[in-house]
Structures are given as structure tokens and as C-alpha cells.
């Protein structure tokens, strides 16, 4: 195995302890949480921060606990659908909420799991 | 889920949907024919054979290759691509291929060279999506076994000059293998007129067919060696694999719903392929109209005029193109792909590696209408910004 392939393995499966609003937390190579259930509101707002928004509106929690509703009950995020059904928002609303987008920033700060998927 | 108010135009992904005929054709002979073809005496895997036989004979016919024998099938193009670049190179070979390939090629052409067994060059495109056949020449070195080369790019919609290259390949004795996953159906391939050593095709794509089914075409005068060993239903006694086509390069039982399929979506394109394929370009040609004037829309596809395939990739004001693609599917019912296109190179060329590209490919069975949502949802969405 190459030096180069090596590294690219090790980082896809790289996993980091970070201290996120004072609690040790595990996450993967792309900063989303490893865990979902290790996520608190104290964290979402902490994980916000670094995503550039200083304070949760109404309305990204609305988005962050329907995400994290739907999770919990059907094992997997929402479908664009269901996430504007959900909140009663419109997509292009709740992307604008999120500067990385839903699937990325929305994601990460709910604390599910990444998608690893070519978006 | 509901389907029936969306606008698919991710075609160039998988045609959707499928043509009725050839979904009731699959299910049809697979409830009727459905066995082991070729594996018995009984005379319905005779029959069952014997329809595989003429779905060689009708893909030998559609890209003009001389050889039923030589219609190999696979799973898909990718399948395809590895089943001929492992047949065909050895360790110490050269391969020139070029900056406008899927993974599906530049993947396995990366493995061989990571296990130290093949080199390759990829010769650039130019402004207009184009190969310089002379650029390929170019890169050849005295070890060079192969030139690889994808007929339609999936991200531009550009057409290569296959018949340049295959002219200049024949006088250097190289063999060319085209990929043509986003040309076949869209536009002719004509194997000999090409001057083609392999072509590797899927079926899900513009032939209308089943996904998982796929194959290569290969010129009689090239071997490929067998790099998948098993049962063929012929040479049983024997444990080397037979060297016989199609058994040569097949190994295991056949997908029999998806040559089904295949073999009915054939004959669905042998009657309507020509309005089918007007259909989809002057529905192209709208959308390009459409979005090229509008404000903070970027187009990376160059103008489909001549030869091209149903492919238009554009940006948005630099945005993720990921949100581009959320937006017009979750407020819209639009279905476009974004991202990479998985054509990393292209991409990295184009400096839109970072925010992705949306792509919109249209088909056959999208109406004016759905063309005007979509011009009308893009002008909406570049206004957000």
C-alpha cells in the first residue's frame, strides 16, 4: 500500500475527541458527530458557532428537532419532502438558515451522522 | 413517496422513466423464460439461450460490430471498462486516456498504476469540451497498449472525435476502447465506421434498458484475457476457463430480466429512436436558451449545436451546488444531479471542484412545460443570492 493511500484510508476512518461546550466528544473526519445521541442543546449551539451563526433562531431549532425527531423514529435524516413538510418551511428557507447547507451544517449541528455521500 | 408531479432530468444518470413496453417485455419473458439459458437439455433453456443469442445479434447490429460471439455481458459500462482494461494490459503498459473520464475509468487505470503494473497520461480537453486527437498521438510512448477514451463527457455533453482518434490509433496499431454510457442511444456508434477495438455500454442509460446490464463489444482481431473464472455451460470437464466467446470474458449465470429488458428496449429504440433523440435535443437546446440568461447562472457545458448529447452543467452564483440541488427538489419537484459528476478531473479543470456542478439532462419524455419550470425555478433560486 502507498504512503498516499495509506493516509487517505487512515483519514476516512480517523475519528476525533474534541471538547464541545465542555463536554469530550466523539467525532469523525469531517466534524460530524459520531455519536447522535452524545448531542445536547448546549452542543448544538456550541456546534453552530463554528459553522458562523451566533445564535439558533426559532427557526433552526424548529429544523434541528424535526431532524433529529425523525431520526430517532425512522433510523435515517429526512428527505427534502418530508424536512419541508415537517417544519413547515420552505427548502430555500432552511438552506438559507444554514450557511454549509442542510446536509452539511444542518446535519452537523443536529448531530447526526455523516452522509457520506457525493452531494 | 409521490412521483407524479416531478420533473426528472437526471437522465444522463439513469433514464426514467422506463418506456412501458420494455418494462412489460422484461416482465413478460422472465415469467416465461426465466431459466438458466444454455445450463440443460430441456428445450426451454435452449429457448431461454437462444433469446440471449438474439440479443447479442441485436446490440452486434446496433453498434455495427461484426461479431455477435463478441457481445460480452456485464453488469454496467464500469464493469465493462475494468472487465477490458484488466483483459488487455500488462504489467509495463501505457495508457493514454484524457482528463474528461468518469471514475469508471480513471479508478481502475489508477489501481493498475498503484500496484505498479500500468503508467497512464490523460491528455487535456480544450474551452470546448474537446479532445485534440493529435494530443493523443502525442502521448504515445513505445510501451503504449491502450487508448481509453469516453465518447460523451457525463458533465459537458460534448462529443468526442472518435473517428479521428480511431483512424490515428488503427495507423499505430493501438486499440481504442470507448466508453459510451452517455452516447449510446443519444447519438450513433458505429463500431467499424469508428474504427473501435472494444466499446463498453450500459443499458439503464439512454437505451431505455434495465439497470445491471451492461457489456463489451470487442473487434475480432483483440484478444482480452479472462479475468473471471467459473461456470459457462460449455467445456464443463475442463478446469481452465474456455477461450471460447462470449464464454471467454462471462462467467456465472447470466442476467436474465436485464437482457430481457435490453433486448426490448432495443427494439423500442429500432422504431422510435430517431424522434426520441430530436425530442430530447430540442428540449436541451431550451434549457441551455433558458438558463444561459440567467443573471448568476454559469454554464461549464459549451453550446449543444452539432453533434452532443442531452447534458447541460451549470453553477450558481459559486454556491454549493448540493443547496442548488435541494432547493429544486425539495420547493420545485425538480431532479437534478449536483456535485462531481463523479468526473473529479473535469471539475478541477473547470475550477468548480470545490462548489460542484448542477447538471441537468433532459429525455425523452420531458415535455416544453416541465423545460419552462425549470428555466423559470433556476431564475427564482439565482435571485435568492
Given amino acids: 500500500m502507498t504512503a498516499e493511500k495509506f493516509k487517505q484510508i487512515k483519514s476516512e476512518l480517523e475519528q476525533e475527541y474534541r471538547s464541545v461546550a465542555g463536554f469530550t466528544l466523539l467525532f469523525d473526519h469531517e466534524g460530524y458527530l459520531w455519536e447522535p445521541k452524545d448531542w445536547n442543546e448546549k452542543v448544538a449551539v456550541a456546534l453552530a458557532r463554528e459553522c458562523g451563526i451566533a445564535d439558533l433562531s426559532e427557526n433552526h431549532w424548529k429544523v434541528v428537532n424535526f431532524m433529529r425527531e425523525y431520526y430517532f423514529t425512522y433510523g435515517r435524516a429526512p428527505l427534502n419532502s418530508q424536512l419541508k413538510k415537517g417544519t413547515g418551511l420552505s427548502i430555500a428557507e432552511i438552506n438559507a438558515l444554514f450557511p454549509g447547507g442542510i446536509k452539511k451544517d444542518g446535519r452537523r449541528i443536529a448531530g447526526l451522522p455523516n452522509p457520506r455521500a457525493c452531494l | ?385
Fill in chain 2, 1 to 385: 413517496m409521490e412521483t407524479n408531479d416531478l420533473i426528472y432530468l437526471d437522465n444522463a444518470a439513469t433514464s426514467f422513466p422506463k418506456p412501458p413496453e420494455v418494462l412489460a417485455s422484461m416482465h413478460e419473458n422472465y415469467a416465461l423464460y426465466g431459466v438458466s439459458p444454455g445450463r440443460g437439455s430441456y428445450d426451454l433453456a435452449v429457448y431461454a439461450a437462444e433469446l440471449v443469442w438474439q440479443t447479442r445479434v441485436k446490440l452486434a447490429l446496433f453498434f455495427n460490430a461484426p461479431e455477435p460471439s463478441r457481445v460480452i455481458f456485464t453488469a454496467n459500462a464500469t464493469d465493462a471498462l475494468n472487465l477490458a482494461m484488466q483483459g488487455l494490459l500488462q504489467p509495463g503498459d501505457h495508457v493514454v486516456s484524457t482528463q474528461l473520464e468518469h471514475n469508471s475509468v480513471l479508478r481502475p487505470l489508477h489501481h493498475l498504476r498503484e500496484r505498479n503494473s500500468v503508467e497512464y497520461d490523460l491528455v487535456p480537453f480544450d474551452q470546448q469540451g474537446l479532445i485534440n486527437p493529435d494530443d493523443i498521438v502525442r502521448a504515445f510512448k513505445p510501451n503504449t497498449r491502450l487508448v481509453v477514451v469516453s465518447h460523451a463527457s457525463n458533465v459537458l455533453g460534448t462529443v468526442q472525435p472518435i473517428k479521428e482518434i480511431g483512424c490515428l490509433c488503427a495507423e499505430h496499431g493501438i486499440p481504442l476502447l470507448i466508453d459510451v454510457a452517455q452516447s449510446a442511444g443519444h447519438i450513433p456508434v458505429n463500431m467499424q465506421d469508428l474504427q473501435v477495438s472494444v466499446i463498453a455500454f450500459t443499458g439503464h442509460k439512454a437505451l431505455l434498458g434495465p439497470a445491471g446490464i451492461g457489456g463489451l463489444i470487442i473487434a475480432p482481431d483483440l484478444d482480452l484475457q479472462t479475468t473471471r473464472f467459473g461456470g459457462t455451460g460449455v467445456d464443463s470437464h475442463d478446469l481452465r476457463h474456455t477461450q471460447i466467446y462470449p464464454h471467454r470474458l462471462e462467467a456465472g449465470t447470466l442476467n436474465m430480466p436485464g437482457i430481457f429488458g435490453l433486448s426490448a428496449a432495443l427494439d423500442y429504440l429500432e422504431q422510435k429512436a430517431e424522434m426520441l433523440q430530436k425530442q430530447e435535443m430540442l428540449m436541451t437546446k431550451l434549457l441551455y436558451d433558458g438558463l444561459k440568461e440567467i443573471k448568476g447562472v454559469r454554464m461549464i457545458s459549451p453550446e449543444p449545436k452539432g453533434e452532443s448529447v442531452p447534458v447541460l452543467t451549470c453553477t450558481v452564483k459559486g454556491k454549493d451546488a448540493s443547496v442548488i440541488g435541494e432547493i429544486l427538489d425539495g420547493d420545485y419537484q425538480i431532479a437534478v444531479r449536483t456535485g462531481l459528476h463523479c468526473a473529479p478531473l473535469v471539475h478541477q479543470v473547470l475550477k468548480t471542484a470545490e462548489t460542484g456542478g448542477v447538471r441537468f439532462s433532459p429525455g425523452p419524455f420531458n415535455t416544453q412545460a416541465q423545460i419552462k419550470l425549470a428555466i423559470e425555478a433556476m431564475a427564482e433560486i439565482a435571485a435568492m443570492w
